[in-house]
């Protein structure tokens, strides 16, 4: 059983904003697939389904960004998954929009949604693919940029990071994540 977790706000105020990306990508994944989040639990919406004759859990937290561990982690507990069977989607300022980066492991890099899951999970090794979401070009506080919809300059670069991580995802289901890593990675 593999679990892609994507970050994000609930409520329809965030929809749309550049912290909810990850929603973006667990959402192109179901569309494309006619899959539909349709459990509540865990502090969390999410689906079971199968590909690849696999079973896969796609997750969207409610708990809010900074508290997305306290979904995760019962998940995990109550579905017997490891880490490795988790990938984490999330929005990195240091990548412009249009990029994403696939890691096995890492730190939180500043981003609280991250920094709850180690907290919750006790390790940084676990997989995620950050979505680039650039940094503010004018000067406005990192919190309201991030709760922010992208420009309209944007929209075009973020349509292709979103296909492109939902790529990387279907690709995890058949084929190592090393693999993915180094097909996604250029």
């Given amino acids: 059983m593999k679990c892609i977790v994507g970050l994000g706000n609930p409520g329809k105020r965030y929809e749309a904003t550049r912290?909810?990306?990850?929603?973006m990508i667990v959402d192109e994944l179901a569309s494309r697939h006619n899959w539909r989040l349709n459990k509540?639990?865990?502090?969390?919406?999410?689906?079971?389904?199968?590909?690849?004759?696999?079973?896969?859990?796609?997750l969207e937290p409610q708990t809010y960004m900074n508290l997305s561990g306290e979904s995760l982690k019962?998940?995990?507990?109550?579905?017997?998954?490891?880490?490795?069977?988790?990938?984490?989607?999330?929005?990195?300022?240091?990548?412009?929009?249009?990029?994403?980066?696939?890691?096995?492991?890492?730190?939180?890099g500043g981003h609280n949604g991250i920094r709850s899951i180690i907290d919750q999970l006790g390790t940084k090794e676990f997989r995620r693919i950050r979505v680039g979401i650039g940094r503010p070009t004018?000067?406005?506080?990192?919190?309201?940029?991030?709760?922010?919809?992208?420009?309209?300059?944007?929209?075009?670069?973020?349509?292709?990071?979103?296909?492109?991580?939902?790529?990387?995802?279907?690709?995890?289901?058949?084929?190592?994540?090393?693999?993915?890593?180094?097909?996604?990675?250029?």
């Fill in 74 to 108: 019962p998940l995990m507990d109550f579905y017997n998954l490891s880490t490795k069977d988790i990938l984490v989607i999330y929005d990195d300022l240091d990548l412009p929009p249009g990029k994403i980066r696939l890691r096995e492991k890492g730190g939180h």
């Fill in 40 to 58: 509540t639990k865990f502090h969390g919406n999410f689906s079971i389904e199968t590909m690849e004759q696999e079973k896969i859990i796609l």
């Fill in 138 to 186: 004018t000067p406005i506080p990192v919190p309201d940029y991030v709760l922010g919809k992208f420009a309209e300059t944007e929209l075009e670069d973020v349509k292709t990071s979103i296909e492109r991580a939902a790529n990387a995802c279907e690709a995890w289901f058949r084929k190592p994540f090393q693999e993915v890593m180094n097909e996604f990675n250029q």
């Fill in 19 to 23: 912290h909810n990306i990850g929603f």
